[in-house]
């Protein structure tokens, strides 16, 4: 222990060696710099004790050097061995290519928020709105990174391009798109929540590109903070992701995004994120890079100018891109034709800034090749090849859309017919690679496939706000057949759930096929993370049950797992719908006798037709009823008016809409209304 301890306080630096036996994985290390005494591959040590448990066991050995001031990160070593190995590739020092993933609600957007204010970004002066990146008015609503978005700023010497990603697992093809363009990655995890589901998928398809890696504990100013449990565990998911010593040797800041302060240790930030600027410089390496090779470049996003058309965004990956540049546009070997660059931007500060030339390493936007597609390759005129083609998950949930055939048809929308509706999918799938477009049973229907329903449930929502009108048809899980045995996909769920809850969550989860995996307390603040298994079938209409059970306390999050055994029938709605079996207009009279029969989702003056879905029923089975009724007139007169007192009606969004639906029911998508009603094709419930 005295050896220990005398030879930390000497500064010594690391060194390696692995046990020659083959049964034990030992490692030994000494500390590297004062800086990081309490901190090693993602473990918080004692001061008192250099006792480090982790799943390997470590030895300690020393061997004495000269004090040394920086830090220097395991993965510069190894890429500096690779560069060695192809003396082809230049390593660029002065940019350097992140992306911030995260889960959903970790706080990465407000991250950048801070990072891009205190780059002096924008003016001391100037009016800047909170989520600056969350640019898209649907994502200001609903307060989630939907689109992948770049930015860049300056630091020193060295530029540093940002990628913001999406937290949400349905949103994972924009992840996967990003990851081709960047060299390292930020991981943003709660201080208290710790990895959850979208943090695992993230990390895993970066330790799959073999992307560096720095993990910002963010929120570490929250009162029940536990940052030493959230690093242990970051730690333990990077040795279940399999990942190399070289990556679970990670960088640890904390971080406070919304006061914009970092530091090495939780109990001393810094006045500013200069830690984690530092940091990215330092364990961030720069792009590998064919300088004076033929021009290559991968189109990994696509955006639309009215008056520059398509706009090409990816990494140079070898050569010079010049403005007025005669290249070609490949997709396969076989498969090339040719244009020319227009216009050429880089990204400078928030803005897109025109340039003449851009150099291998740096990200860019080029104008000009109106016909290009993601995964793409601009390569060199004469002896340019394609790069490997963007890879990506395939989807999980299938909807139906199909045109507006209600009464109402044509009232409110822009855009009604197929060819409208054909034509908007078909634009849709140029940028969106995660989803799957195809021709329905008959000639106005189509099978919208995607990574689960939010993900579909944003297309229909932006084409409700461009004018569209259309119908959409319940959630359904795509299925597999393996060895003539069918297979169902399965998702991990987790919930969080205050404690007086969770008997009803428990039991709510039981009945959707979920199996329980882990279940621990959460901070101090007296909730519980329950961890399930279950078939995406059941998660299917959970989110609204779940927020009834819990008394609208519970938090539902899930992730892709993967396809396993079919698990049987499930029972996701045990109520029945109220539907109008006459047109009209609702009346007062008419809903004070229905609303003994359910809850309702219309108010008296409200327009319906024959077969609408006005309210959910209080027992099994749909109940026709006539919310349309009138009060007979009579000479007889009354001395008192009978006041009629009305329950509140339900307001369900978009999402409680598609949630709700089953299988002999759709959803009337228009500009201004949403409407639930009976699929007229399809009558397998008998109705009352």
Not at 192 to 210: D, H, I, N, S, Y
Not at 310 to 327: E, S
Not at 620 to 646: F, I, M, Q
Request: include cysteine.
């Amino acid at each position: 222990m005295e050896m220990a301890s005398s030879s930390i306080h000497n500064s010594l630096t690391p060194t390696f060696s692995t046990n020659p036996n083959p049964n034990f994985s030992r490692r030994s290390f000494t500390f590297p710099s004062p800086q990081l005494p309490k901190q090693f591959f993602g473990r918080i040590l004692s001061s008192s004790s250099l006792t480090v448990n982790t799943r390997r066991p470590l030895n300690f050995r020393t061997r004495r050097t000269p004090i040394r001031t920086d830090v220097k990160c395991s993965v510069s070593e190894v890429t500096e061995t690779i560069s060695e190995k192809k003396p082809q590739l230049v390593r660029r020092r002065d940019i350097r290519n992140i992306a911030i993933v995260a889960h959903v609600d970790h706080g990465k957007t407000t991250l950048v928020d801070s990072m891009l204010r205190q780059a002096k970004v924008f003016r001391d002066n100037q009016v800047v709105q909170e989520r600056i990146m969350d640019s898209n008015d649907l994502e200001r609503e609903r307060g989630i990174t939907i689109l992948s978005k770049n930015t860049s700023i300056a630091y020193k010497d060295t530029k540093i391009n940002i990628i913001d990603t999406p937290g949400h697992s349905d949103f994972g093809g924009e992840v996967e798109r990003v990851l081709n363009m960047v060299e390292g990655v930020l991981l943003v995890v709660d201080s208290v929540e710790g990895p959850m589901p979208q943090t695992r998928f993230v990390l895993k398809k970066a330790l799959e590109f073999g992307h560096a890696v720095v993990v910002v504990v963010n929120k570490i100013d929250r009162p029940s903070a536990r940052p030493e449990f959230v690093v242990n565990s970051t730690f333990e998911l990077f040795i279940e992701l399999n990942a190399s010593d070289e990556q679970c040797d990670f960088q640890v800041i904390y971080a406070s995004g919304i006061k914009g302060k970092a530091g090495l240790d939780p109990d001393n930030l810094a006045d500013d994120l200069g830690p984690l600027f530092e940091s990215i410089i330092r364990c961030i390496p720069g792009p590998n890079i064919k300088k004076d090779g033929a021009l290559q470049m991968l189109a990994t996003n696509i955006e639309y100018d009215e008056h520059k058309g398509r706009i090409a965004i990816g990494r140079l990956h070898a050569g010079i891109l010049q403005k007025g540049m005669d290249v070609r546009i490949c997709t396969s070997e076989d498969t090339c034709r040719f244009g020319r660059v227009s216009e050429l931007f880089v990204y400078e500060k928030f803005f897109r800034v025109s340039t003449e030339t851009v150099e291998a390493g740096d990200i860019c936007a080029v104008c000009g090749i109106g016909d290009i597609q993601i995964g793409e390759t601009i390569a060199d005129k004469s002896i340019g090849k394609p790069l490997p083609a963007i890879r990506v998950e395939e989807p999980t949930v299938k909807m139906a859309f199909s045109i507006n055939i209600s009464p109402f048809v044509g009232r409110e929308g822009k855009y009604v017919t197929t060819r409208h509706l054909r034509d908007r999918l078909t634009k849709e799938l140029e940028r969106n690679l995660a989803m799957r477009v195809d021709d329905g049973e008959t000639a106005d229907t189509f099978i919208v496939s995607g990574r689960g329903t939010l993900h579909i449930t944003i297309l229909i929502e932006n084409m409700r706000r461009e004018g569209y009108e259309f119908m959409v048809g319940p959630p359904k899980v795509i299925n597999k057949r393996v060895d003539d045995k069918l297979q169902e996909p399965f998702e991990i769920a987790t919930v969080e759930v205050p404690e007086e809850h969770m008997g009803p969550v428990v039991e709510l989860l039981g009945k959707r096929r979920g199996q329980m995996i882990d279940m621990q307390g959460l901070g101090s603040e007296g909730t519980s993370l329950l961890k399930y298994k279950m078939p995406t079938r059941g998660l299917l209409g959970l989110r609204n049950a779940i927020l009834t059970a819990s008394r609208g306390t519970a938090i539902l999050n899930t992730i892709f797992d993967s396809y396993g055994p079919w698990a049987g029938d499930i029972n996701t709605r045990d109520q029945g719908s109220l539907v109008a079996f006459e047109g009209g207009s609702t009346t007062s009279y008419a809903l004070a006798g229905s609303q003994e029969r359910g809850q309702m989702f219309v108010g008296p003056g409200v327009d319906v037709y024959k077969g609408q879905i006005v309210g959910i029923h209080q027992r099994p089975g749909d109940l026709s009823l006539n919310v349309c009724k009138r009060k007979a007139a009579t000479n007889v007169r009354s001395n008192k008016e009978v006041s009629v007192v009305l329950a509140t009606p339900l307001d369900y969004s978009l999402d409680d809409c598609i949630e709700y639906i089953q299988e002999d029911e759709l959803v009337e998508v228009t500009p201004k209304s949403i409407r639930m009603c009976k699929n007229p094709k399809i009558s397998t419930k008998k109705s009352r």
